[in-house]
């Protein structure tokens, strides 16, 4: 993928944009706080449970300036903007932090860190993935990890593998994988009240039905 892509990649003047929406932040830390959100196409890590299988291909979507979709955001009433995928670490995301600072918004990324992470960032999400692992550098870079707890038999041990290797500072938490909730929403609870460094992260805008 970063070969066929690589100028647009390494650029990062212009993004393939899956959608833009203004919303609540559904996930993590800042869960129930209003912000618009960019979904940048492109990802090559393939988690067979990805709830944006959509955005994989850049390709299938339209390439936009970064002025472009910041002056989107702008329009908004938003304060918060999150940069999203698809995969935000395939990109130089060095434009799109400073464009979006020129307007003092604050800018958050979901990303699973498998490359290294450009830009200046208020507030970053690590979510690693079975497929590829984060690099050393994303960890560093965590204020959030958040692992999604697929298989319960497995995923609580990977989880605290992760744990590891982030900072000192960074808030953990585990967020059931939408399809299995209803199964693993009781082990979690469990999980997080007998170890209690950890927290839930529900996926809430799904149950308030919000994009
Ligand atoms: C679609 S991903 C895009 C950002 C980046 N590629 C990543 O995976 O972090 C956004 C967030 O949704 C989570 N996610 C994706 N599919 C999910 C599912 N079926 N159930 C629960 N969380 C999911 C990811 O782990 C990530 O935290
Ligand atoms: N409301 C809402 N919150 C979210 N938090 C992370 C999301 C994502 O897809 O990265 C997401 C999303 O798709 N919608
Ligand atoms: S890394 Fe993120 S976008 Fe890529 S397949 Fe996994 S969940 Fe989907
Ligand atoms: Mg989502």
């Known amino acids: 993928m970063r070969d066929k892509y690589k100028e647009i990649f390494e ?14 932040q559904g996930e993590g830390f800042h869960t129930g706080k209003p912000a618009y959100f960019i979904r940048i196409g ?14 994989w291909n850049p390709k299938e979507h339209r390439l936009i300036s970064v002025e472009e979709v910041v002056r989107k955001a702008v329009e908004s009433p938003a304060k918060s903007v999150v940069v999203t995928g698809g ?7 060095e434009p799109l932090c400073s464009e979006l600072k020129k307007h003092n918004i604050e800018n958050f990324l979901e990303t699973s860190g498998a490359y290294e992470i450009t830009g200046e960032w208020d507030w970053i999400c690590l979510s690693p993935k079975e497929n590829k692992a984060p690099v050393a550098s994303s960890y560093k870079k965590a204020n959030e990890l958040k692992v999604i707890i697929f298989d319960i038999e497995k995923d609580f041990a990977i989880a605290e593998e992760h744990a ?45 039905r919000i994009p």
């Open 87 to 93: 995969e935000p670490s395939l990109y130089n995301l």
């Open 42 to 55: 492109g990802c090559d890590i393939g988690c067979r449970w990805c709830d944006s299988k959509i955005s």
């Open 164 to 208: 590891k290797l982030v900072g000192d500072d960074c808030l953990l938490f585990l967020q059931s994988e939408w399809s299995q909730y209803v199964h693993n929403v009781k082990p979690i609870v469990e999980y997080v009240k007998n170890n209690p460094k950890w927290n839930i992260s529900l996926q809430s805008h799904k149950f308030m």
């Open 11 to 24: 650029a990062g003047t212009d993004l393939p944009l899956v959608e833009d929406f203004y919303t609540i």
